[in-house]
């Protein structure tokens, strides 16, 4: 069993920064891919960021090419997702996932074993 808890989020302005993180519980940690997702109200849940096992791969979605970073301590446990130049568009919760055993990151929700509970992001205007 993993446990996913995020943290870090917030209100801030637009054009502003923030850090997510994300603390994993378990030994599966180190070989699990990991990805950031968000859903806004009355939207779907879109695909943010993914960072590979070993961290040596990322992936992003279109809408946070260059603003966004996914990066990852395996011997904190933990997943962080940097957000600058953030614009109100990108108010949403954002969840982190799990993906256990070594596999390739990957950008659909349904390829995660595990999820967050969730931080809330709001970016005023």
């Known amino acids: 069993q993993v446990q996913l808890v995020e943290s870090g989020g917030g209100l801030v302005q637009a054009g502003g920064s923030l850090r997510l993180s994300c603390a994993a519980s378990g030994r599966t940690f180190s070989s699990s891919a990991m990805g950031w997702f968000r859903q806004a109200p009355g939207k779907e849940r879109e695909f943010v960021a993914a960072?590979?096992?070993?961290?040596?791969?990322?992936n992003y979605g279109d809408s946070v090419k260059g603003r966004f970073t996914i990066s990852r301590d395996n011997a904190e446990n933990t997943v962080y997702l940097r957000m600058t130049s953030l614009k109100p568009e990108d108010t949403a919760v954002y969840y982190c996932a799990a993906r256990f055993g070594m596999l390739p990151m990957a950008k659909f929700s349904s390829d995660y074993n595990y999820w967050g509970q969730g931080t809330q992001v709001t970016v005023s205007s």
């Open positions: 960072i590979s096992w070993n961290g040596g791969n990322t």
